[in-house]
């Protein structure tokens, strides 16, 4: 079977059969090859719905978890978008389609420079690569209209929520002891409200693991 082929089937028995209705992200998805993206001994999987493992306890989110995130951001022409914790690049390239221009922040050096060369590769020139701390957010460049987690997250830090603009959305898989919860977070002028939208589990990324309580 083709790459090409194993896209297609996985948009059509993964993506679309699971309330995604967003004919952007679907086009998107069945377009961008995901299998540039994951290291060369997972290619031959890159199609299955399941998270892929990167280096430095890192790893490409589930396709479908990915798209339910993507979808509940509402992302519209002319937004910009900040994706934490970008990895391989294979989320910034989705949000690519559909934003004006895209922040990938990513912690590990090498990893931010492997999607640098994968992106230009796939001819993206509408993602900036940063490296720094994922729990800080990259406020040199905020305000953002969407923020998405490329990962699942204890909670969302207060830092990052004030990087939304009035009318953004954050997007984040809160991670629970059975199964998480996608959340959108949106600002308003009254402040930052959050609502449950989905079910879905995705690894942690690092620095946003739950701390542990103290007992005195």
């Known amino acids: 079977m083709s790459t090409t082929t194993a ?3 996985m948009v059509e028995n993964q993506i679309r059969t ?4 967003d004919e952007l992200i679907i086009e998107a998805m069945d377009d961008i090859p995901r299998e540039a993206y994951v290291p060369e001994m997972y290619k031959g999987i890159a199609y299955i719905d399941t998270s892929i493992s990167l280096e430095n306890d890192r790893h490409i989110m589930e396709p479908l978890a990915l798209a339910r995130l993507t979808q509940a951001a509402e992302i519209m022409p002319g937004d910009i978008a900040l994706v934490v914790g970008s990895g391989a690049g294979y989320a910034a390239a989705l949000i690519a389609r559909l934003a004006d221009a895209v922040v ?5 050096k090498a990893l931010a ?7 230009t590769d ?3 020139d509408t993602v900036a690569v940063v490296t720094g701390a994922l729990n800080k957010g990259y406020a040199k460049q905020a305000p953002y209209d969407v923020i998405l987690f490329n990962g699942a997250v204890a909670e969302v830090p207060e830092a990052i929520l004030k990087q939304l ?9 809160v991670a629970e002891p059975t199964v998480g919860r996608g959340m959108i977070y949106t600002r308003t002028s009254s402040g930052v409200f959050g609502r449950h939208a ?15 309580e103290f007992v005195f």
Do not use: C, M, Y
């Open 7 to 9: 896209r297609h089937n």
């Open 18 to 21: 699971n309330r995604i209705t």
């Open 104 to 108: 990938a922040l990513e912690s590990d």
């Open 113 to 119: 420079a492997s999607s640098v060369e994968t992106l």
């Open 122 to 124: 796939q001819g993206i």
């Open 165 to 173: 603009a009035e009318g953004g959305r954050l997007v984040a898989i």
């Open 198 to 212: 989905f079910d879905a589990n995705a690894p942690i990324l690092p620095g946003f693991e739950q701390k542990p």
